[in-house]
């Protein structure tokens, strides 16, 4: 056993307090006996570097020897239930003129660190189940599934980096994108057979028209037509029915055109 501060003498969770290793169940950093909201406002807030935690090893969750969002998802799916948490297998982040969004198939939990200027101004989601940030908003944790918000800003700023869990507590990867402008991001796979994928950001609400054409001119498919809300969004061509060759992928909306060649291979 090592020697704390005091008299106190480090017992076999790691902790100070000497009382031979009270800290037993995870989750239970504020060592009342029950793991709860409360748990989870500590530790997040032990993440941010705003408080410390009782029992610093149950907070370490997915034992992997890391203090993060990774360790809270755990915690939140635990008082959730496990049983009732979906387990995410990917995470879009999608940065709006009103903020931070974000898609996924299950429950995911965020820990961001921004750049911005001195006088950011930002709201975290209300109804979020597990939610804290600095004083000037460089580092954010957010874990929601009551929307798709991880906070809301008109201001302007940069991800420097995002961490997502799952409810498992397994890092899950993050695919980035800006929806503040006008566009589509690289068609995947490319060249392709018989289908591809590719994302279409819409900055402002309005009438989008996506349509795919052959070398001769000729619309040979519609991906969207219709009003869009400011938002992304995924499209995905199927072109089981068309001939080998060039295509031209066109989105159109309020002026703004974009083009991108894809070449069908059977």
Request: glycine fraction near 10%.
């Amino acid at each position: 056993l090592g020697v704390c501060d005091g008299n106190a003498v480090e017992d076999d969770c790691g902790e100070c307090n000497g009382d031979g290793c009270s800290c037993t169940a995870t989750g239970d950093v504020n060592d009342d006996g029950a793991i709860n909201v409360a748990d989870i406002v500590v530790l997040v807030g032990a993440i941010l570097g705003d408080g410390e935690m009782t029992c610093s090893s149950a907070g370490d969750a997915n034992a992997d020897g890391e203090l993060n969002v990774l360790d809270a998802i755990v915690i939140v799916s635990i008082i959730l239930g496990k049983t009732d948490v979906a387990e995410a297998d990917y995470a879009k982040v999608i940065k709006t003129h009103q903020g931070l969004r974000f898609e996924s198939n299950g429950l995911v939990g965020f820990e961001l660190v921004l750049q911005h200027g001195g006088d950011f101004d930002f709201t975290l989601p209300e109804a979020a189940i597990a939610k804290g940030a600095n004083a000037d908003g460089t580092h954010m944790v957010v874990i929601n599934d009551n929307n798709n918000i991880i906070f809301n800003s008109t201001d302007e700023y940069e991800i420097v980096e995002v961490i997502a869990g799952s409810s498992s507590g397994r890092s899950v990867a993050v695919q980035i994108i800006d929806a503040t402008r006008f566009g589509l991001s690289d068609a995947y796979p490319n060249p392709f057979n018989p289908s591809t994928t590719l994302d279409l950001t819409v900055p402002e609400a309005g009438h989008v028209n996506v349509q795919v054409y052959n070398v001769m001119g000729q619309v040979v498919a519609t991906l969207a037509n219709g009003y869009m809300n400011a938002n992304a969004y995924t499209l995905n061509w199927n072109a089981g029915s068309n001939a080998s060759g060039l295509y031209f992928i066109k989105a159109e909306s309020a002026g703004n055109v974009q083009v991108q060649k894809v070449m069908l291979m059977k």
